[in-house]
């Protein structure tokens, strides 16, 4: 185990010692509990040195993001993805191994590559709500279709 260690400007106080935010008004101050008022932050990072990928035992089945839907359980293909053992060979993820059950292209690019999400007209309702509150959403596999083609 290596660390690094050095004293630092404290990013509380920016040295000061004295911590103003929105409720210190009127030439009020408090003390940084960041630096304990020193204005110097003593900085240490504790590492390990990186020599090759590890590997997990306890993984079946690899997603490329999570878009904060609890996926477990049965192992199946329904929450899209790629086996571990090909994800460890190259960790590209294939065509159509998104979480298309799931989510639409808009929701699920919006994480994984927000170059490549659509920004249709048809997206969202007018109010700017979750992507499941989209009109299209309970008819996403047509949304995916075009995705697709679009794509190419």
Request: one cysteine or more; glycine letters at 10%.
């Amino acid at each position: 185990m290596y660390h690094l260690e050095f004293k630092e400007v404290c990013k509380s106080c920016k040295g000061t010692g004295i911590y103003v935010g929105m409720a210190e008004q009127d030439g009020f101050g408090v003390q940084c509990s960041g630096c304990g008022g020193s204005g110097c932050y003593n900085y240490v990072h504790k590492y390990e040195v990186f020599e090759k990928r590890k590997i997990r035992t306890d993984i079946k089945k690899v997603i490329e993001v999570n878009v904060g839907i609890v996926v477990g359980g049965e192992y199946t293909d329904k929450f899209g993805g790629m086996p571990y053992n090909e994800w460890l060979e190259n960790n590209k993820f294939p065509p159509k191994s998104e979480m298309r059950n799931y989510t639409c292209p808009a929701w699920w690019y919006q994480s994984a590559d927000y170059k490549k999400k659509p920004n249709w007209n048809e997206c969202m309702d007018s109010l700017g709500n979750t992507f499941s509150a989209c009109p299209h959403f309970k008819s996403k596999n047509k949304c995916w279709a075009k995705f697709d083609k679009e794509t190419k």
